[in-house]
């Protein structure tokens, strides 16, 4: 039995807890990002989590989320660990669960974002090409990444 739930609710407190779970995440792996493009970035987070296809949390024994995965149209499009949960496997098993039941078979990552980068390689993904900016123009290097 996996801790992910898959029927995750988009009321009001779950959203937000999600939101702080990125926050705290982005702030840890995401250090080219500045407070202040943080901030900008966080209302497009909020919507994307009310409205992605597919939401699924990793839960721990006492239900409350750790991490998330959010999927639209077999790519991940949402990966995010609380910070004093990563280097235990949620990403892993969240990742695992989405290839597996949902067919994924690509992700984008911020070129900048090593760490991200190299867990998805781990994961079996590989680079197929790069964008100079950012799906909202901003000039932050995506790479997208298939398997």
Request: proline share 2%; glycine share 4%.
């Given at each position: 039995?996996?801790?992910?739930?898959?029927?995750?609710?988009?009321?009001?407190?779950?959203?937000?807890?999600?939101?702080?779970?990125?926050?705290?995440?982005?702030?840890?792996?995401?250090?080219?990002?500045?407070?202040?493009?943080?901030?900008?970035?966080?209302?497009?987070?909020?919507?994307?989590?009310?409205?992605?296809?597919?939401?699924?949390?990793?839960?721990?024994?006492?239900?409350?989320p750790q991490g998330f995965i959010g999927i639209?149209?077999?790519?991940?499009?949402?990966?995010?660990?609380?910070?004093?949960?990563?280097?235990h496997g949620i990403g892993r098993c969240l990742?695992?669960?989405?290839?597996?039941?949902?067919?994924?078979?690509?992700?984008d990552v911020n070129e900048q974002n090593e760490?991200?980068?190299?867990?998805?390689?781990?994961?079996?993904?590989?680079?197929?090409?790069?964008?100079?900016?950012?799906?909202?123009?901003?000039?932050?290097?995506?790479?997208?990444?298939?398997?």
């Open positions: 039995m996996t801790n992910i739930n898959h029927l995750v609710s988009r009321d009001s407190a779950t959203v937000s807890a999600l939101l702080m779970i990125w926050e705290g995440s982005v702030k840890a792996t995401h250090t080219f990002l500045s407070d202040k493009e943080i901030s900008d970035i966080k209302p497009e987070v909020y919507q994307a989590l009310q409205t992605i296809a597919i939401l699924c949390c990793y839960e721990d024994e006492h239900g409350v639209d149209k077999q790519k991940i499009a949402l990966l995010f660990v609380a910070e004093n949960a990563r280097e990742v695992s669960e989405a290839i597996e039941k949902w067919q994924v078979n690509s992700v760490q991200g980068l190299g867990f998805y390689q781990h994961m079996g993904f590989h680079i197929v090409s790069r964008s100079e900016v950012d799906a909202q123009g901003r000039p932050f290097p995506i790479l997208h990444l298939a398997r």
